[in-house]
């Protein structure tokens, strides 16, 4: 078993490295680049260079100043209060407006707290207009409308609105088009992407989950999405084989743990053959092309759970879009002369005995079936012969990554 460093998905924000990039944009090109920090007006790429030679910390604090300078003010109802709004390329932030008071009037009971969402967990903003049942198109303008990615308790990420009310067309063309520029500066956000829906995981429920909770979400978010509802198992493996990845951004499967492992491990054959790697150079792969988002709709969820931290559909298709790319460790399996597969755990043949006699009793209720399975190949338990290698991730002097590699074997 080889572990060639890391593979990337997308995924929850870790506190060392929230959104995982540097070591995968490293290890071999592959990702998307750069934090998913506001957009500022000096180039992203320029930033990061300077932040690679040491730039000084006065530096990075001019560009958050820069970053906090007003673009535009306006005035917008927000609720039912009308409000002082005021865009920078870091946040949007909104106080009420307090009216003049007659002499000697009050202003007791009127608050004029700030409130203010940052740009970074904007994924969307839209015109709001009134329109009658089917109409499609005109209608009176009322607004912008801004999504918004709220963190929950428990790693949960929920969808949320913002509405700035105003009537002026000017106004608000021009508060969009700013809005919109600042979104487009994101440089990890996906706008194309090739889904795989499995229709036959746990209760056949992928295909409604993916039109009721994610496609919306893609929709809002402008994401163009390529969907294959895979028809057997292989599907998605043989059509990740074929397809021209250029033209996506990242690949997305909708199912359980054996749609995510064949979904990862086509994604990361097909570099493999991009990079003319064949089967028997299994010391040194290469990483996928564009990340993998996995949308939990199985039975068991595990790699769903482990990247998103938590079994939620909302929540992983949010990361998807708002571009949180995690990297992971990723096996390779081979025998002595070829590459298997892919995967993301091993247990020396005991797990996939299991699994294949749990497949074997699909009739068996799922909880049923998965106790059954574990206690029959626990009970023909035999020992396995196997040679263990390890590719850390190590940064050289220059800060590089390097792969060592580290051998064991057992049996
Ligand atoms: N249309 C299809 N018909 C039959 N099998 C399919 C089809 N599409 C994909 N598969 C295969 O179904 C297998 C099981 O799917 P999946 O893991 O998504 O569901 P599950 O068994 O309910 O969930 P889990 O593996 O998390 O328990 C996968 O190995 C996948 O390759």
Redesign the pocket.
Known sequence: MHRPGRRIAWAAESPEDPFGVAAAAAAAGAGWKGSDGAPSSRSSSSTEEERAKGAPPVREAEARDEDEQPLLRGIFGVGKRSCDVVLSARRLSWSPIQPERPVGGSNVGLTNEEESVEMKDVFSVKLKRRRFAGQQKGGLLLGITVFVCLKKEGNKLKDSVINLSNLSEDHCYLWFKHLKEILNGFPNRPKSLKVFV?????RKE?ARIYHEQVAPLFKLADIRADVT????????LKLLKECDLTSFHGVVCI????????VAHGLLLRAQMDARRDGDDIIAPVKAQVPLGIIP??????LAYTVNGIQHTVTATLHIIMGHVQSVDVCTFSSPTKLLRFGFSSMFGFGSRALALAEKHRWMP?SQRKDFAVLKTLASLKPEYCELSFLPLEQDAQGEDTKQQKRLKSD
């Open positions: 499995n229709p036959n995981s746990h992928a509802v895979t028809e057997y198992e292989g599907h998605a199912g359980g743990d054996g749609t995510a492992h064949e709709a199985g039975s068991t969820n595990i799922s």
